[in-house]
Nanobody, 117 residues
Framework: QVQLVESGGGLVQVGGSLRLSCSAS????????MGWYRQAPGKQRELVASISSGGRTNYAYSVKGRFTISRDNAENTVALQMNSLKPEDTAIYYCNADLLATSHNYWGQGTQVTVSS
């Protein structure tokens, strides 16, 4: 049974930082593309950042230069370091594991990030 468990969300002021972490179990972690998505109230879920099994990263334009995604294949974890946070970063952040070209795609339960101005 695949489980993705996020942690690290919370309330932070504008310009502050948060570090999200996702711990994965029940899958061969190193084979999966890992991603962070977010969904704000009334909006569609969107990709924030992803990292391939080989460490190649991809970022949404809105977070480039502020967020950094990383993974530890030995610990089965993926992290999202978020700096210079803005009110528009407020959302529920979800961890995702995707085995490309297959139906194996999994989601965590989400963690709330709120940036106050």
């Amino acid at each position: 049974q695949v489980q993705l468990v996020e942690s690290g969300g919370g309330l932070v002021q504008v310009g502050g930082s948060l570090r999200l972490s996702c711990s994965a179990s029940g899958l061969i972690f190193s084979r999966f593309v890992m991603g962070w998505y977010r969904q704000a109230p009334g909006k569609q879920r969107e990709l924030v950042a992803s990292i391939s099994s080989g460490g190649r990263t991809n970022y949404a334009y809105s977070v480039k230069g502020r967020f950094t995604i990383s993974r530890d294949n030995a610990e089965n974890t993926v992290a999202l370091q978020m700096n210079s946070l803005k009110p528009e970063d407020t959302a529920i952040y979800y961890c995702n594991a995707d085995l490309l070209a297959t139906s194996h795609n999994y989601w965590g339960q989400g963690t709330q990030v709120t940036v106050s101005s």
